[in-house]
Nanobody, 124 residues
Framework: QLQLVESGGGVVQSGGSLRLSCTTSGHIFNSYAMAWFRQAPGKEREFVSAIDQLGRTTDADSVSGRFAISRENAKNTVYLQMNRLKPEDTAVYYC??????????????????WGQGTQVTVSS
């Protein structure tokens, strides 16, 4: 059983930056593709960014050029650097892990493990 713990959320003004971290335990971290999703009140969970076992990444159009996902296998940690934040980025951000084949997925149901979420609030 893989456990994921997110941290780094908070309140920031529009245009500011935050870095989220997701630390895992229990299994070989570098065998998992990792992703960040987010969910705003009253909305469905949506894909943000993903990174596969080879370090390839993909981002949602809404965050492309502003957010960057990365991983540090030696620390069993995946990061989400968020720059030029906007009020519409306000949501609970979730880390997820996919133990499947090497690759990237934007679909929540492809991910096997989830963290508890961390709140990001961007004030205007």
């Amino acid at each position: 059983q893989l456990q994921l713990v997110e941290s780094g959320g908070g309140v920031v003004q529009s245009g500011g930056s935050l870095r989220l971290s997701c630390t895992t335990s229990g299994h070989i971290f570098n065998s998992y593709a990792m992703a960040w999703f987010r969910q705003a009140p009253g909305k469905e969970r949506e894909f943000v960014s993903a990174i596969d076992q080879l370090g390839r990444t993909t981002d949602a159009d809404s965050v492309s050029g502003r957010f960057a996902i990365s991983r540090e296998n030696a620390k069993n940690t995946v990061y989400l650097q968020m720059n030029r934040l906007k009020p519409e980025d306000t949501a609970v951000y979730y880390c997820a892990a996919d133990r499947g084949a090497v690759g990237l997925s934007r679909f929540p149901n492809h991910y096997d493990y989830w963290g508890q979420g961390t709140q990001v609030t961007v004030s205007s």
